[in-house]
């Protein structure tokens, strides 16, 4: 039986038409690579399966692979499925909130050792360690939500603290009366039948005086900054209707200690006031007045004084009188242009009694009118 011409010769070395033309070829070839790719993927699958084990019970994967094998510490803990590593979280609120802290600690310090708060303030701070006990409970009842991943609250115990030293600080300057910086302050007796009564301040320091309405005599307060004036110390020589009072330093006062005193006389009565201070801040502009004498550096205001009384008046003094007021200036001052001249000063026109004002050798007053 002959061949036929169609079906190829094998000896011929023709392709047959049915076979895989060049392109098909490639085509096949980029199949068998892709296969090849495939199962290399396999293979290596297979190879990471054999050193993990397949629990049937829970479908939980565990590895075979020791810390030795793997190259980790015989401590390490194994990392769970799932568990990615999270990068660890830092706020800005703790930092801010103990530099904050730390700031006013410095101020503080700062304050009292250059004298300008009174060392009293570190008793009053110290004097509120129960609030401190508080913050320490507050902020330990906190510790578990800050292992669990809190970092804010980490600024709870800085910002508790800061709240803590303001507080004090501002009832140190407040003078509330429950603190120990208040325990030097004194208070004279009741006014009750008093009409007329004599205080005589006597200070190394800066002298406060104001008329105040108030059921005590007088009172003397601490002023709330530094200096070496000692706390004040009363003799008083008390009767029913004219009291005297002296006022002066103790000797050794210990922490309370200030730049002066603020002292507050009754409305209710005449007083007759012997200031000497190295700068006072006198006004008596609500008050009655009998003698006075002032001396020191700074201002003395002046309401009612009575007829015939005498002021004297020694440093670098700016008195404020009333105006109409009938007035003989002894000495040299610096007085309104309308005042008249005498042989021995100035004086004004008026009808009534006058009251004289003597001003000491060297002493540099100047007088003014309201």
Request: hydrophobic residues 45%.
């Amino acid at each position: 039986m002959s061949d036929s011409p169609d079906d190829p010769d094998e000896g011929s070395g023709e392709a047959s038409d049915d076979l895989p033309q060049p392109a098909d070829a490639i085509d096949a070839s980029d199949g068998v690579d892709e296969v090849t790719s495939e199962a290399s993927e396999l293979l290596a699958d297979d190879e990471i399966a054999d050193g993990l084990q397949a629990d049937e019970a829970t479908g939980e994967v565990t590895t075979e692979s020791t810390a030795e094998e793997v190259g980790l510490p015989d401590d390490a803990e194994p990392v769970l499925p799932g568990e990615a590593a999270q990068p660890k979280v830092i706020s800005i609120w703790p930092i801010w909130a103990w530099t904050m802290v730390g700031v006013v600690l410095v101020v503080i310090g700062l304050g009292v050792g250059a004298g300008v708060l009174s060392k009293t303030l570190l008793l009053d701070v110290i004097s509120f360690w129960p609030a401190f006990v508080v913050i320490a409970l507050i902020f330990a009842a906190l510790i578990p939500r800050l292992r669990k991943g809190a970092p804010r609250l980490s600024a709870v115990l800085p910002l508790l603290l800061l709240t803590y030293l303001g507080v004090t600080v501002a009832l140190h300057i407040a003078r509330w009366d429950e603190l120990p910086s208040t325990a030097a302050d004194i208070s004279g007796p009741l006014v009750e039948a008093v009409t007329d009564a004599r205080i005589e301040l006597d200070l190394p320091g800066e002298l406060v005086v104001r008329p105040a309405n108030q059921a005590e005599l007088y009172k003397v307060l601490m002023l709330n900054r530094g200096g070496s004036t000692g706390a004040p110390t009363a003799l008083e020589i008390v009767n029913d209707t004219d009291p005297s009072i002296s006022i002066s330093p103790r000797e050794d006062s210990g922490w309370f200690q200030s730049v002066g005193w603020t002292v507050k006389l009754s409305l209710s009565v005449t007083w007759e006031v012997e200031a000497n201070a190295d700068l006072i801040d006198i006004d008596l502009a609500s008050v009655s007045v009998g003698d006075l004498r002032a001396a020191g550096d700074g201002v003395l205001v002046l309401g009612f004084v009575r007829p015939g009384s005498t002021i004297e008046l020694d440093g670098r003094i700016d008195l404020v009188v009333r105006e109409g007021d009938r007035i003989d200036v002894v000495g040299s001052a610096d007085v309104p242009s309308d005042w008249t001249t005498t042989g021995v000063g100035r004086s004004t026109a008026g009808p009534a009694d006058p009251y004289t004002i003597i001003v000491g050798d060297g002493a540099i007053v100047t007088i003014t009118e309201r």
